[in-house]
C-alpha cells in the first residue's frame, strides 16, 4: 500500500469526524470568512517590511516622513482585529448552527470586553490606564477569543434550551419576541463571567488572559538553547497555528529574547574575526524554516504547482505565491486550509522539526557555517536570505531544506486535491441537473 493511500484510509475518516463537529466547522468557516482581511493585510505588511536596504529612507523621501508609517493602519485593521473579527464571525456561525437568539452572537464580544484588565496601576497605586486602551484584539489573545465564545454560547444555548427565557405574547412582533428571548441566558451568562472575573482578580494571574499565557509560556522558559528546545518550540508554533492561534507570536514571546541574545553574540564573534558558535539563532529559524511562512509552506506551494489537478488549490496556489514569496503565507494556513485540518496537520509539524533536525546536524559537523548574527527582515526571500547570512553554503542548504519540504508535503497534497477534485466533480453535476431542459 503506497504511503497516499495509507495516509487517505487512516486520515480521511478522522477530518470526516471534524467536519461534523458543530463547534470545529464554525471555527473553521470563522476563520475562511477573514480570508479578504489575511490577503489584504498581508498587502500592507509586504509595503511596511519590504526587504531592500533603505527602502523605508527611499519611500520616506518619496512620500514624505512618516508617511509609510501611516500604513501601520491597514495592519492594525486586519491583523491587530484578529481576535475581535474571529470572535464576531465564529460566534455568528455557531448562532446559527444551534439556532439561538441573534442577540445571543453579540455576547461574546461584550464578554471579551470583560476580560481585559480593567487598569494598569504603579507601584504607588495611581492607574494610568482604562479597561479597554488595554484590550488586545491581535492573535496573539485568539485563544482567550475562542474559549469565551464557546463557553458563553454553550451556556446560552443551555439556558434556552431549558426555557431559562421570557415568552412574550403572541400579539408581540416575532423581532421583539426574539430579542426578549435571550434576556434573562444574557443577564445570567454575564454574572457566570463577572464571577469568573472577580476569582481571577484575587490570584497572581490578576485576568483569564494572562493565567492562559503564563501557563502556555512559562514551561517553554526552561528549554533553553538546544536542538530539543527548538523542535518543541517549532512543534508548538504550528500546533497553535493549527486551531488559528498566531504560534509565532505566542512562541517568540517566550523564545525570542533568547534567539536574538544567541544571534547577537554570533554578530561579536564575526565582528571581531572569530568564528561564529551559536547554531541557535534568531536567523537560524528565519532563514532555514521559514521559506514561504511557517511551515515552511513555500515547498507546499511548490508541491501544488506540481501536482495538483483541482480548481480550488490551483487559484489558490496563484493567489497566495506572492505574498509566500515573502514568507507571508496566512492565505495558505487560512485558504487551503491548514487550521482544523488534521491531513495538513501531519506535514505541517513533520516539515519544520525535520528541517530544524536536518539544518542544525549539518551546521554542527561543520559543513556550513553557524549564521553571522547579521540581521535581516524576515520577509527576504528564500536564497537572499542564505547568502545574506552565511554565503553560497546558506544557498545550498536552503535548496536542499527545500526539495526535503516539497517531498513530505507532496502526498498531502495529492490526497486534498483529490477530495477537492470529488467535491468539484460533485458541484459541476449538481448544477447540470439544475440546469433546464432545451
Same mark, same amino acid.
Given at each position: ?38 490577503? !489584504? ?13 533603505? +527602502? ?78 488595554? *484590550? ?5 489573545? %485568539? ?47 454575564? *454574572?457566570?463571567?463577572?464571577? !469568573? ?38 512543534? %508548538? ?37 572569530? !568564528? ?11 532563514? +532555514? ?106 544557498? !545550498? ?36 441537473? %439544475?440546469?433546464?431542459?432545451?
Amino acid at each position: 500500500m503506497s504511503i497516499t493511500s495509507l495516509l487517505e484510509q487512516k486520515m480521511l475518516p478522522l477530518a470526516e469526524k471534524i467536519s461534523s463537529n458543530i463547534y470545529l466547522t464554525a471555527l473553521k468557516n470563522a476563520f475562511i470568512a477573514l480570508i479578504p482581511f489575511l490577503i !489584504v493585510g498581508s498587502f500592507f505588511v509586504l509595503l511596511t517590511n519590504f526587504p531592500v536596504n533603505g +527602502y523605508h529612507e527611499f519611500m520616506s523621501s518619496l512620500l514624505g516622513e512618516g508617511v509609510l508609517d501611516k500604513l501601520n493602519y491597514g495592519i492594525n485593521a486586519s491583523y491587530g482585529l484578529m481576535t475581535l473579527l474571529v470572535i464576531i464571525t465564529f460566534s455568528k456561525e455557531l448562532v446559527e448552527k444551534l439556532n439561538l437568539s441573534q442577540s445571543s452572537a453579540i455576547l461574546p464580544v461584550a464578554i471579551f470586553f470583560l476580560m481585559s484588565p480593567g487598569h494598569i496601576t504603579t507601584g504607588s497605586g495611581e492607574i494610568v490606564a482604562d479597561a479597554y486602551a488595554l *484590550l488586545d484584539f491581535s492573535s496573539e489573545s %485568539m485563544f482567550l477569543g475562542i474559549i469565551v465564545t464557546v463557553v458563553t454560547i454553550k451556556v446560552v444555548q443551555f439556558l434556552e434550551n431549558r426555557a431559562f427565557t421570557i415568552k412574550m405574547p403572541a400579539s408581540v412582533p416575532p423581532e421583539i419576541a426574539r430579542s426578549f428571548k435571550s434576556l434573562v441566558p444574557i443577564f445570567l451568562v454575564l *454574572l457566570f463571567w463577572i464571577i !469568573v472575573k472577580v476569582l481571577f482578580e484575587n490570584t497572581p494571574f490578576g485576568t483569564p488572559g494572562k493565567f492562559i499565557s503564563v501557563m502556555l509560556q512559562q514551561p517553554l522558559l526552561y528549554l533553553g538553547n538546544s536542538l530539543l528546545s527548538q523542535l518543541i518550540a517549532e512543534m %508548538m508554533i504550528s500546533f497553535f497555528w493549527f486551531f488559528g492561534i498566531h504560534g509565532d507570536s505566542i512562541m517568540t514571546s517566550v523564545m525570542g529574547p533568547i534567539w536574538q541574545t544567541l544571534s547577537a553574540q554570533n554578530l561579536a564573534q564575526t565582528q571581531a574575526g572569530l !568564528v561564529a558558535t551559536n547554531i541557535i539563532t534568531q536567523q537560524f529559524r528565519d532563514v +532555514y524554516l521559514i521559506a514561504g511562512g511557517t511551515g515552511f509552506t513555500g515547498a507546499l506551494l511548490i508541491s501544488i504547482f506540481m501536482v495538483a489537478k483541482s480548481t480550488r488549490l490551483k487559484q489558490l496556489s496563484r493567489l497566495a505565491a506572492p505574498a509566500a514569496i515573502f514568507n507571508i503565507n496566512e492565505p495558505v494556513i487560512f485558504g487551503l486550509p491548514i487550521v482544523l485540518n488534521p491531513l495538513m496537520l501531519i506535514p505541517f509539524i513533520i516539515t519544520p522539526m525535520v528541517l530544524c533536525t536536518v539544518t542544525y546536524v549539518v551546521i554542527a559537523f561543520g559543513w556550513v557555517p553557524p549564521t553571522s548574527g547579521i540581521s535581516i527582515p524576515w520577509t527576504t526571500p528564500i536564497f537572499i536570505s542564505g547568502f545574506l547570512t552565511t554565503g553560497i553554503s546558506g544557498i !545550498v542548504l536552503q535548496a536542499a531544506n527545500l526539495v526535503i519540504a516539497t517531498a513530505i508535503y507532496t502526498p498531502f497534497v495529492k490526497i486534498l486535491d483529490k477530495q477537492y477534485l470529488h467535491e468539484e466533480s460533485q458541484s459541476e453535476n449538481a448544477m447540470g441537473e %439544475m440546469q433546464p431542459q432545451q
